[in-house]
């Protein structure tokens, strides 16, 4: 078996200026992640050029700053067409994050193929974007939500999930990796019995582009949804992938400029896809920020940053489940870098703010998954979610943290 190279995790730190700060005099300790990542330089100096030397509205003008920002933008769009291996660039539109992508498919999708008496499929550990827009659309149209289960471990119970098909059964949500826990779910699988039913299927990918490879031509998903500010991106941007012949037959969320062909007051003709779904002036600034940032993760590699992330997540691991008092939950066989915890007798909130306190900067709460912790009886937790510029010692400042918690609640 070949070796796995040496990863300069102080390298790549030095990429970050703000892993230099410092939180009351002790040095930052950034494991909010799931939640947001930092920007590494590169990135924030491909967001000054844009803006110091090539700022401009795109399309339609002919002169200079116009031409260049329109070059860059869809050279933005190619970039994330590669990373995610989309079949046409057509298939990638920007969005505003993973929740409006989810929100188009839902308007653009739902809307116009969805009725009375049909069936939506999503798990208990989707995030709330992945519910209310879908509860909305039941509530509108009069379909139905279903919801599979998840075991004491935080995983999909897939048995459930293929019980739940019938005839009505027209859509799945699924997200590929667990924001609250962590799970890694089996959306190749999920998809594949999904089409073998005649139904599509939609995939948050929010969690995993950041930690994982993605291929979507692999997985063969017919929506895939992501936000920018989870890999290593500037914020206000994100993509939903969709497959062609889908995006062809919808009809667009939001209407305005630029995503039309003509307009009277007769009639309008849409624009071709992906115009038909990026109406008005894009985050055109954000999006060359979010090609930056997978030039620069690309330049990684994904691999090597999905094993060093599981080295951590792993180290994590092994430390906290002998800590007495201390209890992990989600504790899937297969998991991206997160672990969320609760301490005997410590509220989620007390232990974040004395955690800040030590410099660790972790998120306390329901992290938007209500549902996940009604069902393993938990109010909220306290989660830790890493990156690849995290270290062996950032996790033995969190341990050490905790143990600091206990102390005081003793």
């Not at 939640?35 to 002169?63: C, F, G, K, W």
């Not at 999503?122 to 827009?133: A, D, M, Y």
Request: a negative charge.
């Amino acid at each position: 078996m070949p070796t796995r190279e040496p990863f300069d995790v102080e390298r790549i730190r030095a990429d970050f200026p703000i892993l230099q700060l410092q939180i009351d005099g002790k040095p930052l300790v950034y494991l909010d992640n799931a939640a947001s990542s930092q920007m590494p330089q590169q990135v924030i100096d491909r967001l000054v050029r844009y803006q110091t030397s090539e700022h401009a509205n795109i399309n339609r003008a002919v002169h200079y700053l116009s031409e260049t920002a329109t070059a860059e933008y869809e050279t933005a769009r190619r970039k994330l067409q590669r990373f995610i291996n989309a079949p046409d660039e057509r298939e990638v539109i920007f969005t505003s994050g993973t929740t409006d992508a989810i929100n188009l498919v839902m308007h653009g999708y739902g809307r116009k193929f969805i009725k009375a008496g049909d069936e939506i499929i999503l798990t208990t550990l989707e995030h709330h974007s992945n519910i209310v827009p879908w509860q909305m659309l039941a509530e509108e149209t009069g379909a139905k939500i279903r919801v599979v289960p998840i075991n004491d471990a935080g995983e999909l119970m897939i048995d459930e999930y293929e019980n739940l098909f019938n005839e009505r059964t027209k859509l799945v949500g699924v997200m590929q990796v667990s924001n609250a826990l962590g799970s890694i779910n089996p959306v190749k699988q999920m998809i594949a019995f999904a089409h073998a039913h005649g139904v599509r299927v939609l995939v948050d990918g929010a969690q995993a582009v950041p930690h994982l490879q993605v291929d979507v031509q692999d997985l063969d998903c017919d929506f895939y949804a992501f936000s920018g500010h989870k890999l290593c991106g500037p914020t206000g941007i994100g993509v939903l992938y969709g497959k062609a012949e889908l995006l062809e037959k919808m009809q667009p969320f939001k209407g305005g400029g630029d995503m039309i062909l003509s307009v009277t007051f007769e009639k309008t003709i849409y624009n071709t896809i992906p115009h038909k779904f990026e109406a008005g002036t894009p985050p055109i600034a954000a999006a060359i920020g979010l090609g930056a940032a997978v030039d620069y993760l690309s330049a990684i590699g994904m691999d090597a940053i999905t094993a060093h992330e599981l080295d951590l997540l792993d180290y994590a691991t092994a430390q906290m489940k002998y800590m007495p008092g201390v209890r992990i939950i989600g504790t899937a066989q297969n998991k991206a870098a997160v672990l969320s915890f609760t301490v005997d007798g410590v509220h989620p909130h007390d232990i974040g703010t004395l955690l800040n306190q030590e410099g660790v900067a972790v998120r306390t709460g329901h992290h938007c998954a209500q549902p996940v912790m009604q069902r393993l009886k938990v109010p909220a937790t306290s989660r830790a979610s890493f990156a690849f510029y995290n270290t062996l010692a950032e996790v033995d400042a969190l341990i050490a943290g905790i143990r600091s918690v206990q102390k005081v609640f003793a």
